[in-house]
């Protein structure tokens, strides 16, 4: 409930202005998963976790403890240990990616092995959620990640076979099955996350919950 004097969010400017970056930066996200390796893309998400220390410190006033500052020099050298030792990988992947050959994928002991143990980690975790079970940041934190590692997966696919439909190929794209079942998947995942972290928000700091989830 506001308070008298108070404005909703959704009447200030700067909130739009600031969705409209998150939203920009998103979609650039999602197409460095068609033009750079998963292991690259992922972890330099980094620097979302930085600004948002910053955005936080500076908007919302919160305040950054000097431990936060040595995991904020840990991002940064992170990030570019990470771009300096990631192994070379053919740079014109889609050329090598097929509906058929997606499928083989899919259906590999590893792929299986992976989907099974995040779908029964979201089995273990979504009925606990109660308001005495989840005072814990780190149950969000788990939900998302799960949510996260299915979502990485499928955005990487889904960017990979828009690059191939962009090279001409577009009719073996979108008259695939495969290409629809993992953009359903994609939108699903990032519904599904955005909802379990913007309740986390409205529990935790940004500068405590960011970070966290993002290790």
């Given amino acids: 409930h506001l308070k008298r004097g108070e404005k909703t969010y959704l009447k200030e400017p700067l909130w739009y202005l600031g969705t409209l970056m998150n939203y920009t930066g998103e979609i ?27 955005a936080s410190r500076i908007h919302l006033k919160e305040s950054i403890p000097w431990r936060s500052w040595i995991g904020i020099l840990f991002c940064i050298a992170g990030s570019i240990g990470i771009i300096f030792t990631v192994p070379h990988q053919n740079t014109d992947e889609s050329a090598t990616i097929s509906p058929d050959g997606t499928w083989d994928k899919i259906r590999s002991l590893k792929f299986i092995s992976f989907i099974m143990f995040d779908l029964s980690a979201l089995a273990v975790l979504l009925p606990v959620e109660n308001p005495k079970s989840n005072e814990s940041v780190f149950w969000y934190v788990y939900v998302c990640s799960v949510l996260s590692s299915m979502l990485i997966v499928s955005a990487k696919g889904v960017a990979t076979f828009l690059l191939l439909a962009i090279s001409g190929k577009y009719k073996l794209v979108f008259g695939s099955s495969l290409f629809w079942i993992m953009l359903i998947w994609v939108v699903f995942c990032i519904i599904m996350q955005g909802k379990f972290f913007n309740d986390a928000l409205t529990k935790y700091k940004s500068s405590e919950l960011i970070p966290i989830y993002f290790v």
């Avoid at 460095?32 to 620097?47: D, E, H, Q, W």
Wanted: net charge neutral; no cysteine; glycine share 12%.
């Fill in 28 to 54: 650039g996200n999602f197409v460095a998963f068609a033009l750079a390796p998963a292991m690259i893309v992922a972890p330099l998400g980094s620097v979302g976790v930085i600004s948002n220390a910053f």
